[in-house]
Each structure stands twice: as C-alpha cells, then as structure tokens.
C-alpha cells in the first residue's frame, strides 16, 4: 500500500487585479498582493498527482492612472485604486512531472474551482470623497460578499531536502460570479435641487494574475512492517 504523505505549502507574492465594468469604461492594472497557505497530498511512491485545498487573503480590483497638462506648464498626476479584499478557498489538482535527471524539480499544472468572500472594500471612501461620484462609480450597495470563480496555473517544485522545498507558480483567476451588480436608478442631484441624476447599471467582475513563492514542508507517513 502505499504511503500518502501530506505537503504544506506557505505561498506569497505580487498580483495584478482586472477588472470588467461593463458601463465603466477602460480599466487599469491593479499592482497589489496575496498570500495562502495550502495542503497537497502526496503520494511516497508516485508523486505524479494530488490533491490540494488552499485558503488565502487576495486584494482584487483595478485603478485609475491620468495624467493632467495644463496650459502654460505644469503637469498633474491622479491615481486611484479601486480594492476588494478577498478571502478564497480553492479546491484543485495538480499534476507534476520530472524535470532533468536529478528527479529534485518537477514541473507541475493545476486547476481548481474557488469561493471567495469580501471582507472589505474602499469603494465607498472613494465615493465620499467627490459629491458626484455616485453617478459614476460603484457603490456599495450592489457589492457581492460571496462568489465563485475557476483558478488554473503552472509552475517549478524544487526538493531542497527529503522534507523541504519551494515552488514558483503563475496563475490566473477569473471569477464567474460579479463582483458587484448595481441595478439602475434614479436620484436627486445634490446640487440642482428637484432635478433627477439618473444612474445605469453596472456589473463588475474580477480576473487575477498572481505569482507565487513558496515554501513547502513535508509531513512523511512511512509505513513500518512489524
């Protein structure tokens, strides 16, 4: 029989954040970061697949990014983020293979289904910051807490030691439920008492592109034959 043995892999790293606002116009990368940890079984005697759950902390969004001229000179730079901070579990398979002789680093694929959960966003500090904005940007009100999304990638394994190593991984991550679904409405404009603004709907959803570090340590089951 043989021996299933159990990884833990600590993962950190930079993320780029996309967004689709489908009545937002373009959107910007967003430069942020996400950190995990996860469980892989590991088989002692063919480590071609396993089995993982990975539960971590990703900042997704997109940004802003002007650059105002002025006439007679000058020049003026505007950057906003737009940040939902995400909790995710990912279910998935990974599936590895020898890479050169020493049999020390694989090259591995993997893919999984995901549920998020928005812990927080500031998009509603971004709101109160121009009396206006609620005409044109998200508002809180249509946020989704929870969501579901796909996670695909691949990577390096390297065996630093019979119970220690480390992997580099790229992976994209597209969620299939929006991120936030305004209705349309109608308001009354702050500054043009009894007159009507109207506001359109709008549905963001959020893609991902993360490369990860990690560590990984070994947790070995061997079976002894008494």
């Known amino acids: 029989m043989a021996a299933q043995s159990t990884a833990y892999v600590f993962n950190v790293g930079p993320s780029l954040g996309l967004q689709k606002w489908e009545n937002g116009g373009d959107r910007q990368v967003l ?37 105002l001229f002025y006439q007679g000179g000058g020049i003026e730079t505007f950057s906003e983020d737009f940040r939902y901070n995400n909790l995710s579990l990912l279910l998935g398979i990974k599936m ?55 996670s695909a990638g691949a990577g390096l394994q390297f065996n630093f030691g019979d119970l220690v190593g480390g992997q580099i991984a790229l992976s994209i991550n597209p969620d299939l439920t929006a991120q936030l679904n305004q209705r349309p409405a109608t308001v009354i404009d702050p500054f043009n008492p009894g007159q009507t603004l109207s506001i359109s709907a709008q549905r963001i959803r959020n893609t991902t592109i993360e490369l990860s570090f990690g560590l990984r340590l070994l947790k070995k089951v061997v079976y002894v034959e008494e």
């Open 31 to 67: 430069f942020a970061h996400h950190f995990s940890v996860a469980a892989e079984s590991v088989n002692n005697d063919d480590d071609r697949s396993s089995f993982f759950g990975q539960f971590g902390y990703h900042v997704k969004g997109s940004a802003n990014r002007l650059r």
């Open 96 to 150: 590895k293979y020898p890479l050169g002789n020493s049999g020390r680093t694989r090259y591995f694929y993997f893919g999984g289904i995901r549920g998020d959960y928005t812990l927080s966003t500031n998009i509603d500090e971004l709101a109160s910051e121009n009396p206006y904005t609620f005409y044109y940007y998200p508002q809180i009100g249509g946020l989704n807490r929870w969501m579901v999304g796909v």
